[in-house]
């Protein structure tokens, strides 16, 4: 089985291609959109100019879209060879927020200083680490199906970067990696029973640390019953349901939310959803989640495809980073209508902060080259037929 097509000609895309990009693009500009709106009153408070956030983050989207067509151009096999330097970069990265490099905010050590910018390490240490287990189950695929060491032995090591995930602490950054993890160890092949109970030894895990830390513990009171404590443990879910029934079936219009007005904290970043679902409404709401599904499908497709091919690599890192995407999508999402307790996620694409974005969109770069190599396959087997 052949693990990547070689570096080929670029032909024309199919309809996946097409949809990945069209609804990427959506999100970004819903993302300028809803940044413009949500932080012109905390960007003029804070830093005296009301455009401070959306010009940034218009800066951080022209980078993005760069790094995504410089992505798009790197043949899969360059991402398999180096799948050691991957595994090193990111141990370095989370090894070095954790000493003085690490910028705090609010608590937390997630940030290493680059100047004019932050890095958010997790951001970058996540996709490095999913790279690596995509090479991992390509050139270790007979002992990762038959052996208990094939499977454990990466999971070690993403364990080990757990655990310097919880040390900043990135606790959501936690759940969305090992989620990807052992989603691109099933799609490799493993068997059901090993599968489980690797599953259910994570889950176990994950309730653990879940339950070591008070204000975790106080997060998921909260989750619960946030009206209960609504001034306090239960603030940002209170006001971001307050924000989602303001706004009801189409919303008050663009700009005229009152959440944003220093009611809802981080309202361009964590809680950007509710303030676009009150002033969009839940029509606009839900159109943001269909434009994500669109996006998480035509991922799913492009791996599934690449799998079809042949393209073991291609298609075990499709289904990884489309996972990555969708996982912080959807958590952020429930987090902000109270389906799940408060996470700091950003949401892809849409949220501001340059970290998330650059990296989501070398993340779309990577499965377009995925597309790309499957077509260029199909057409050398026509030509060969």
């Given at each position: 089985?052949?693990?990547v097509a070689g570096?080929?000609p670029?032909?024309t895309?199919?309809?996946?291609l097409?949809a990945?990009?069209?609804s990427a693009?959506v999100?970004?500009t819903?993302?300028?959109v ?5 932080s012109?009153?905390?960007a ?5 100019s009301p455009l401070?956030?959306?010009?940034r983050?218009?800066v951080?989207?022209v980078?993005g ?7 798009a151009n790197?043949?899969?096999?360059w991402?398999l ?11 370095l990265l989370?090894i070095l927020v954790?000493?003085p490099?690490?910028v705090t ?11 004019a910018a932050?890095?958010?390490?997790s ?10 287990l995509?090479?991992?189950v390509?050139r ?7 052996t208990?060491?094939?499977?454990l032995?990466?999971?070690?090591i ?8 919880l040390?900043?602490p990135?606790?959501g950054?936690v759940?969305v990696?090992m989620?990807?993890?052992?989603g ?5 092949g ?16 994950g309730?653990?640390?879940l ?8 997060r998921l009171v ?12 239960g603030y940002?879910l209170t006001q971001a349901?307050i924000?989602f029934g303001?706004g009801e ?10 959440q944003?007005?220093?009611y809802?904290?981080?309202a361009?970043t964590d809680f ?7 002033e ?7 159109g943001?989640?269909?434009t994500f599904?669109?996006l998480?499908?035509?991922?799913l497709r492009?791996a599934?495809?690449a799998r079809?091919?042949?393209m073991?690599?291609g298609a ?7 996972l990555?995407i ?5 958590i952020?999402?429930?987090?902000n209508?109270g389906?799940?307790p408060?996470k ?11 970290s ?16 790309m190599?499957?077509?260029?396959q199909?057409?050398?087997e026509?030509?060969a037929?």
């Amino acid at each position: 089985m052949t693990a990547v097509a070689g570096n080929m000609p670029i032909r024309t895309p199919r309809r996946e291609l097409t949809a990945l990009l069209l609804s990427a693009g959506v999100l970004l500009t819903t993302g300028i959109v809803m940044i413009g709106s949500a932080s012109m009153d905390v960007a003029a408070q804070n830093y005296g100019s009301p455009l401070h956030f959306v010009l940034r983050q218009s800066v951080y989207v022209v980078f993005g879209c760069l790094a995504g067509l410089v992505a798009a151009n790197i043949p899969l096999v360059w991402w398999l060879r180096g799948a050691w330097l991957w595994l090193a970069g990111a141990f370095l990265l989370l090894i070095l927020v954790l000493t003085p490099l690490g910028v705090t905010v609010n608590g937390s050590t997630r940030w290493i200083s680059l100047g004019a910018a932050n890095l958010q390490v997790s951001e970058a240490a996540k996709w490095l680490l999913v790279v690596y287990l995509a090479g991992y189950v390509v050139r270790r695929h007979a002992e990762v199906v038959a052996t208990w060491p094939g499977v454990l032995k990466p999971l070690l090591i993403l364990g080990a970067a757990s655990g310097l995930l919880l040390a900043q602490p990135d606790f959501g950054a936690v759940v969305v990696l090992m989620a990807a993890a052992f989603g691109v160890i099933f799609v490799s092949g493993v068997g059901l029973g090993r599968f489980l109970v690797v599953s259910l030894t994570g889950l176990a895990l994950g309730a653990a640390a879940l339950f070591s830390q008070p204000y975790r513990i106080e997060r998921l009171v909260a989750y619960l019953d946030p009206w209960k404590d609504q001034f306090n443990s239960g603030y940002q879910l209170t006001q971001a349901l307050i924000a989602f029934g303001r706004g009801e079936w189409t919303g008050t219009g663009l700009g005229n939310s009152i959440q944003k007005l220093f009611y809802l904290p981080e309202a361009h970043t964590d809680f950007i959803f509710a303030i676009a679902a009150e002033e969009f409404g839940l029509l606009g709401a839900l159109g943001i989640l269909l434009t994500f599904t669109v996006l998480v499908l035509s991922g799913l497709r492009i791996a599934r495809q690449a799998r079809d091919a042949g393209m073991t690599f291609g298609a075990c890192l499709a289904y990884g980073l489309t996972l990555l995407i969708a996982l912080q999508a959807y958590i952020n999402m429930a987090v902000n209508t109270g389906l799940l307790p408060t996470k700091g996620l950003t949401l892809p694409l849409v949220s501001y902060g340059g970290s998330s974005l650059v990296v989501s969109c070398v993340t779309i770069g990577v499965i377009a080259r995925v597309q790309m190599e499957v077509e260029d396959q199909r057409a050398q087997e026509g030509e060969a037929s």
